[in-house]
């Protein structure tokens, strides 16, 4: 595990887009994992400067999704749909076909979870991974627990993370309970991953990620176990590293 502190946000955006860009423009199809929530704009930012200054183009791109609330409409502002569609999929030429989510409204969760593994091999794999952080140490929507999930499935959201995400809606009763997630192997599989944590309330996930056990109990952890992973924080969110 690559650690990377930087001074700011805007750091973070220029190295980490970089990242995602430069791994398009060495294989114009690459498959992008993606993330939602406030850290994924960071490296957003970044990507879609780069587009707008034609240094890269993501025409050939295949893109998953990490997650997706259940019981949400895809057309609710607050479901990862909208956000990758407000924040990273309208200012730049992805192909809207090319851009994968698990349906957290499907009938059969089973079948829908098998399919979004199966599409994603299909797909050669994902080349690299953006990851963000849970204050609890989850990432993408895999929760602290007793075991490391393999593939994509349904998980009940901790009440930390459904504390945390309470600031995107008008309150937090109508925070979503469940979601849809890829699973750890799925994202182990990766060949790169970046992972991003920035402000002081991550500062406590980051130190077990980095310095504590590899245990289910810190989801995150177990990325020390991948050859490939860097992960980019400010000041704040490495506060804790001994
Ligand atoms: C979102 C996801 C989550 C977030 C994490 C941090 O697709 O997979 O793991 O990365 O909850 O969220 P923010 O960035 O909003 O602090």
Not at 34 to 56: D, F, Q
Not at 76 to 96: Q, T, V
């Amino acid at each position: 595990m690559n650690v990377l502190i930087f001074e700011n946000e805007d750091e973070i955006s220029t190295a980490s887009g970089s990242l995602i860009a430069s791994q398009v423009i060495e294989k114009p199809n690459a498959v992008l994992g993606l993330a939602t929530g406030s850290t994924a704009l960071i490296p957003y930012k970044t990507m879609i400067r780069l587009y707008k200054e034609k240094a890269v183009s993501f025409a050939g791109v295949t893109s998953f999704n990490l997650d997706e609330y259940c019981n949400l409409d895809v057309q609710n502002e607050n479901s990862y749909h909208s956000f990758m569609h407000a924040n990273l999929f309208s200012h730049i030429d992805i192909r809207p076909e090319n851009t994968h989510f698990l349906n957290g409204n499907a009938e059969d969760i089973n079948k829908e979870c098998k399919a979004y593994d199966d599409a994603i091999l299909a797909a050669g794999g994902i080349d690299i991974q953006l990851l963000g952080i849970g204050s609890d140490g989850h990432i993408a929507f895999n929760e602290p627990c007793d075991h490391f999930p393999e593939g994509s499935h349904i998980v009940t959201l901790d009440a930390r993370t459904i504390h945390d995400n309470a600031r995107f809606f008008n309150s937090i009763e109508e925070v979503p309970t469940q979601a849809l997630t890829m699973g750890i192997g799925s994202i182990l599989r990766a060949r790169k991953i970046v992972l991003i944590a920035t402000g002081a309330n991550k500062a406590q996930a980051v130190q077990q990620m980095v310095e504590g056990d590899i245990t289910p109990m810190c989801p995150a952890s177990v990325l020390r176990l991948h050859p490939n992973v860097t992960v980019m924080l400010d000041r704040a969110a490495a506060g804790a590293l001994k």
